[in-house]
C-alpha cells in the first residue's frame, strides 16, 4: 500500500484529502489493521497469509491443549491485553451481583486480525 519509508510522506499519502481515491484508500488501511509489517512491507495477495503466521506464532502457540487451568488462560489474556491484541470488556451492571456473575467479552483490537 505505501512505497515510502518516510512516516510524514507515508501520513501525507495516506491522508491527502484532496486526491479522489482517499475513501478507498482509507478503507483499505482500515481492514489491513495497524500492524507494521502488513501495512508498510507486504502485498495484498500475501496478507491473509502473514496474518494466518502472525496468529499461529502469537497466539495459538501456547493455547492448544484446551484442559490448561483457569489461571493459565487468565494469565495469557492478561497478556494479551497487556500487549493491545484484545481488549477485553467487562460487563457493567447496577446489581454488583450480575457484575460477578456475567462472562466479559473479548474484542480483538486489530481489524487486520480479523481477515
Known sequence: MFTEE???K???QLFNRSSTDYIERLMERVLI???PEPCLNISRENLPLWFENYRETYIN???R???LPLSTLRRYATMLEQTYQIQILYPYYINIGK???KTPKIYITDTG???
Open 99 to 101: 457484575r460477578l456473575v
Open 10 to 12: 507515508v501520513l501525507n
Open 65 to 67: 491443549d484446551l484442559e
Open 33 to 35: 489493521g495497524g500492524y
Open 6 to 8: 518516510d512516516p510524514k
Open 61 to 63: 502457540r501456547d493455547i
Open 113 to 115: 486480525m480479523l481477515n
